[in-house]
Each structure stands twice: as C-alpha cells, then as structure tokens.
C-alpha cells in the first residue's frame, strides 16, 4: 500500500526518523533457533548478546529493546535472562546505543524496579528507557500476588507504577549529592524528598535510593497514551499501524514508533524461502503486528512511507542472526545517507536522540517558590 503522509503541517515531526530493533531471543520467529548462528546453548551467554548489540549499535540503530516476562516464552527456546540485567550488562559495551528494557509493572515492586531502572541509566551514561508491560493473570503465582484479571485494574496499576518510578527518579535534586569535604557531608538532606504516594495496589514514602538518573527522568515506552514518553503501535497491516498511531496521536502521544516483523531476501535466500523453511516446523503465531518480507531497497521505501505517519519503528527480524546484518548492510545506509535517520552520537542520551528534553524536577520546583 502507499502511505499517505499526514494531512495537517501541525502533525509533521521536525525530528529525525527514529529505528530500533528487538533483540531478545533468536528472532519473532518461533523456530528461528534453528536458523541461529550458534548452537542452541549460546543464546544464553554474555558473548551472543554483547555480539548483537554491538552490531546493532554500528548499524545505526537508535535503540534495542529486550522482551521479559516472569512466564518462560510461549513459543521458542524456552527461558531468557533477566532484561534489565541484559541491558545492564551491554551498558559498558555500548557508547550511543539506547537500552530499552521490557519490565512490567503489574505485580512487581515499583520502588525496586525505579532502582534497577535508575542504574542503569547510570551505567549506560544517560541511554536508558523502560518499555513498560502487563503481565498475565498467570504470572500472579509466580509473584505470590492476588491475580488482577480486570483491564482497568491492571491499567491503574500501570500508571500508579510509572507515577511512582518518576517520582522516585525527581526524590532526589539534581545537587543533592555536595560531597562537602570540609563539613564531611556527602549529600545533602534537604534536596532529598518524601514522595507520599498512596494508590489502590500499593503506597511508598521515598525518597529513592539511588541519586536521580542522568537524563532526569528514564525514556518510559508504553503501548497505551498517558504517562509515557513514546507509544509504542501496531495493527495486523500496515493500514491498520498507521491507524492505530493516528489514533495514538489523537489521544494525546507525543511520540509513536510503530512495530514491524521483519524477513530480508540475503545472499543464499529469499525472504519467501527462509520463512516458508521455518514455517515448516512451526507456524507463527499472531503478534498483532505488521509483517514485511522482502527485499532491503523494499524495506527502505517502507520506512520513508511510514516515516510520514509515525516517528519512528522498532523493527522485529525473524532471524536476528540473518536480518540483523541485512539490515546493516542494506537498510539502515541509505536511511542515514538519506537524511532520513540520524546516528546517535557517543556522549549523547537516549531523550536527546529522541528529540525528548530533560525533564524538570517536580520537587526542586516546589522548593523554590
């Protein structure tokens, strides 16, 4: 289908293009381990993560996100490592690569996740984000916790959890740590703040533990408008993407990155070919998102298309050891020659690349009245 870029001048972004990529696992597709570079053991090891993050951060890729559950993947090698400690573990790896960590925020501790999260925007020098997440009504036994099978109950924990953890990230004054010598002080109590939050599912009194993270606030990604820095679409086609981000867009998102499944034709074979070889063995099963097979000069006019719409994509590869370097040999070079991208450049944070600013201090505000 032809794109249609947006109507209205109000709606056109002024910021680059944005592209990042899904790395968990062999790929979105459920066999794709068969297809893997390594054996099936390796997936686990700290050599094949750091491996494609590193390709993925050379390629030009504004960002990787790193799927998690406390349930084992449905379909798939079965078991992955924490996503948060993966992100954590690539942060001293990586120099301009944005870490963007799956963690849910139903049934989890929201005072230790703003922690962990925190953290890591310390060790990755300002380049972390938190794709926000829903767990099952399953995983509530894994957590110990009462199930929450109604919707609006796990959206209100949701926002309560994304509510606290910024809260928690502005406790602390950007200055609160003096490191005064001469008084022998190493913070300063009084930037330090109480953030008396009291919700249905949980309350916390603060302040963090940790000093408030580098980029002020950590990038929050979510599939739902409200609280969230990027909202994150999809639709079974490309029409029904681009509909879903109009519709995001409406409710109020500032910034909407659409998914998409990725097969690339490479040297040895079609697109068509390798998923007709997976499939095989095992069929997808329904994402929800859009999917595109086919060439690298193909997938370039897409995303130029999409770039009208939507400000940004997180492309999904089938294979991540077979896409991945089709897509740093024949997509994201012209995309960056073009204009169209913009590759992130070492020292700068992940809000920066995004064309987000650092948020104010809630609590410095309110102290200077």
């Known amino acids: 289908m032809t794109i249609e870029p947006m109507a209205s001048d109000s709606g056109a972004r002024t910021y680059p293009f944005v592209v990042g990529i899904e790395l968990d696992g062999e790929g979105y597709h459920p066999a794709a381990w068969r297809r893997a570079a390594h054996e099936p053991d390796g997936l686990l090891t700290g050599r094949t993560l750091r491996d494609r993050v590193t390709a993925a951060e050379n390629a030009g890729f504004t960002f990787a996100t790193f799927e998690d559950s406390i349930l084992p993947p449905s379909t798939g090698p079965a078991g992955r490592i924490d996503a948060l400690t993966r992100a954590t573990f690539v942060a001293a790896t990586t120099s301009t690569l944005g870490l963007v960590p799956v963690a849910a925020a139903t049934y989890a501790e929201p005072f230790h996740l703003s ?3 925190a953290t890591l925007d310390y060790a990755s020098r300002g380049r972390a984000g938190w794709l926000v997440a829903d767990e099952p009504v399953a995983a509530a036994v894994a957590w110990g916790a009462a199930p929450r099978p109604a919707e609006a109950e796990i959206r209100r924990e949701r926002t309560d959890s994304v509510e606290v953890a910024r809260r928690l990230w502005d406790s602390w004054d950007d200055d609160a740590v003096v490191r005064d010598y001469a008084t022998s ?13 009291e919700g249905e599912s949980f309350a916390v009194k603060g302040p963090a533990i940790v000093p408030r993270p580098p980029q002020g606030q950590v990038v929050v990604f979510g ?10 679409v999809r639709g079974a086609t490309t029409a029904a993407t681009v509909a879903a981000a109009d519709e995001a867009r409406n409710a109020g998102a500032t910034l909407i990155f659409a998914d998409l499944e990725v097969a690339l034709d490479t040297p040895s074979a079609t697109a068509a070919d ?14 929800g998102r859009s999917a595109f ?13 999409l770039s009208g719409r939507v400000d940004g994509v997180r492309l ?8 991945l370097p089709e897509l740093f040999r024949l997509v994201l070079p ?5 204009g169209l991208i913009r590759r992130p450049v070492p020292g700068s944070t992940l809000r920066a690349n995004l064309g987000l600013s650092r948020p104010a201090n809630r609590y410095a505000k309110e102290l200077s009245r």
Do not use: M
Not at 293 to 305: I, K, N, P, R
Not at 316 to 323: K, L, Q
């Open 334 to 338: 012209p995309l960056l020659r073009s």
């Open 293 to 305: 097979a086919g060439t690298g000069a193909e997938l370039v006019t897409l995303l130029t298309e």
């Open 223 to 232: 599939y739902e408008p409200g609280g969230v820095d990027v909202v994150v």
């Open 274 to 287: 390798r998923l007709a070889d997976l499939d095989r063995h095992e069929n997808t099963t329904a994402t």
């Open 185 to 197: 002080r190493f913070l300063d109590r009084d930037r330090l703040h109480y953030i008396d939050f």
């Open 115 to 117: 922690s962990q999260l």
């Open 316 to 323: 999904h590869p089938a294979v991540v050891d077979e896409d």
